[in-house]
């Protein structure tokens, strides 16, 4: 009966510990596997921080320094640029300050030519209405040529006094009352050229 008894609880033991044998082993094969889940998780970790990685001080410098080159040769072109064109600019105006002027000689040389000629044979003509007439040809000629560059003569006398328009050279009192304040003599005509006044009329006005 004892032997019974002892052979039971030597079973029961062998039991236990096959069975606590079973759990350590269980135990060691899930941390086994949490350490490897760990370590794969490291890995993937650091290889996402790698790929994330922000560059380097000097790979940000190099970076500013090709941009402040290209920024300085932007630069350097445009101001090249435009000295050219300030130096256009410049010869362009010293040439229509020399020859702007040009075009309105050109068409004057008829006209001389007119003088010349009404000059040459003022001598010979012995009929004044004759040469007066020729004058006032060419008078006219050389008159429609200013208009036709912008010029124009101003209306000075019945005309109200202007400022804008005349000079007073002298007043003359006693004038009818109809015509104070009136243009009621031109000394010198004024003109204006392309609606601005170039010089101004000399005129007398009435008081």
């Given at each position: 009966?004892?032997?019974?008894?002892?052979?039971?609880n030597?079973?029961?033991?062998?039991?236990?510990?096959?069975?606590?044998?079973?759990?350590?082993?269980?135990?060691?094969?899930?941390?086994?596997?949490?350490?490897?889940?760990?370590?794969?998780?490291?890995?993937?970790?650091?290889?996402?921080?790698?790929?994330?990685?922000?560059?380097?001080?000097?790979?940000?410098?190099?970076?500013?320094?090709?941009?402040?080159?290209?920024?300085?040769?932007?630069?350097?072109?445009?101001?090249?640029?435009?000295?050219?064109f300030?130096?256009r600019?410049?010869?362009?105006?010293?040439?229509?300050?020399?020859?702007?002027?040009?075009?309105?000689?050109?068409?004057?040389?008829?006209?001389?030519?007119?003088?010349?000629?009404?000059?040459?044979?003022?001598?010979?003509?012995?009929?004044?209405?004759?040469?007066?007439?020729?004058?006032?040809?060419?008078?006219?000629?050389?008159?429609?040529?200013?208009?036709?560059?912008?010029?124009?003569?101003?209306?000075?006398v019945?005309?109200?006094?202007?400022?804008d328009?005349?000079?007073?050279?002298?007043?003359?009192?006693?004038?009818?009352?109809?015509?104070?304040?009136?243009?009621?003599?031109?000394v010198?005509?004024?003109?204006?050229?392309?609606?601005?006044?170039?010089?101004?009329?000399?005129?007398?006005?009435?008081?």
């Amino acid at each position: 009966m004892t032997k019974d008894i002892n052979e039971q609880n030597n079973n029961s033991e062998a039991l236990d510990e096959t069975a606590n044998e079973e759990v350590k082993n269980n135990v060691s094969e899930e941390a086994q596997t949490a350490d490897d889940a760990a370590k794969t998780d490291t890995t993937d970790s650091e290889e996402k921080t790698e790929e994330k990685k922000e560059p380097t001080a000097e790979e940000k410098l190099a970076e500013a320094e090709a941009t402040i080159a290209k920024l300085k040769e932007q630069a350097l072109y445009k101001q090249a640029e435009f000295d050219n064109f300030r130096k256009r600019s410049i010869a362009e105006k010293a040439e229509l300050i020399l020859n702007g002027g040009q075009k309105v000689i050109t068409d004057l040389l008829p006209i001389i030519d007119d003088l010349e000629r009404a000059q040459s044979n003022m001598d010979k003509m012995e009929d004044v209405a004759a040469v007066k007439e020729g004058v006032t040809l060419i008078i006219d000629k050389f008159l429609k040529l200013l208009a036709k560059e912008g010029l124009k003569k101003i209306d000075a006398v019945g005309k109200d006094f202007d400022t804008d328009f005349h000079e007073a050279i002298a007043l003359v009192p006693g004038q009818p009352e109809d015509k104070k304040n009136k243009v009621i003599d031109c000394v010198e005509c004024g003109y204006t050229l392309n609606d601005k006044v170039i010089r101004h009329s000399k005129v007398a006005v009435a008081q």
